[in-house]
T-cell receptor
Framework: ETGVTQTPRHLVMGMTNKKSLKCEQH?????MYWYKQSAKKPLELMFV???????ENNSVPSRFSPECPNSSHLFLHLHTLQPEDSALYLC???????????????FGPGTRLTVL | DQQVKQNSPSLSVQEGRISILNCDYT??????FLWYKKYPAEGPTFLIS?????DKNEDGRFTVFLNKSAKHLSLHIVPSQPGDSAVYFC???????????FGTGTRLQVTL
């Protein structure tokens, strides 16, 4: 596997379910990101991890719980979600986060989440 | 309030012609701008970027122009090819931060 992979690619869950999204990067990067893309809205940054430490939480509700056990893996644990949380969830990685300049982010294909 | 705006949700261009995608921003602190391209069922891929110290950056068929006074940037693709059909996202950042602020995207369709 190369680049940034995400599983599952599609997920349908009820409001009372607990599920997790997984992201893995094979690029040797030190920073990982979760983004949310809702219909007709721009990509919204949710979380940033730098060397496994969370460095940004963009006011995300606590029903979304990220986990970064190492620099290659990132999880997003979901519980008691709402229908309005249905969206495309994208993971990205980059060499480091200290400067965006020349620090492009590489995205995974995303998980299409539907909350019933 | 959207700080990065792509006011054209879609654009159709004939093969061989020039495609011009536009982006406006409101935050004067932004000093680094990027364009990403997204095919269906794939994540966005980086295309080209420009720092605010420049007003033009060129990479093959792709050129990005930055007009700081107007807070406007544009992506020119010439000549356009059918494989360029995708959604194009404009993004902006301050050079010392890790956060990218994205626009809503413009869907480009290059017709034969």
């Amino acid at each position: 596997e190369t680049g940034v992979t995400q599983t599952p690619r599609h997920l349908v869950m009820g409001m009372t379910n607990k599920k997790s999204l997984k992201c893995e990067q094979h690029l040797g990067h030190n920073a990982m990101y979760w983004y949310k893309q809702s219909a007709k809205k721009p990509l919204e940054l949710m979380f940033v991890y730098n060397f496994k430490e969370q460095t940004e939480n963009n006011s995300v509700p606590s029903r979304f719980s990220p986990e970064c056990p190492n620099s290659s893996h990132l999880f997003l644990h979901l519980h008691t979600l709402q229908p309005e949380d249905s969206a495309l969830y994208l993971c990205a990685s980059s060499p480091l986060t200290t400067r965006i300049l020349n620090n492009e982010q590489f995205f995974g294909p995303g998980t299409r989440l539907t909350v019933l | 309030d959207q700080q990065v705006k792509q006011n054209s949700p879609s654009l159709s261009v004939q093969e061989g012609r020039i495609s011009i995608l536009n982006c406006d921003y409101t935050n004067s602190m932004f000093d680094y701008f990027l364009w990403y391209k997204k095919y269906p069922a794939e994540g966005p891929t980086f295309l080209i970027s420009i720092s605010s110290i420049k007003d033009k950056n060129e990479d093959g068929r792709f050129t990005v122009f930055l007009n700081k006074s107007a807070k406007h940037l544009s992506l020119h693709i010439v000549p356009s090819q059918p494989g360029d059909s995708a959604v194009y996202f404009c993004a902006a950042a301050t050079g010392t931060a890790s956060k990218l602020t994205f626009g809503t995207g413009t869907r480009l369709q290059v017709t034969l």
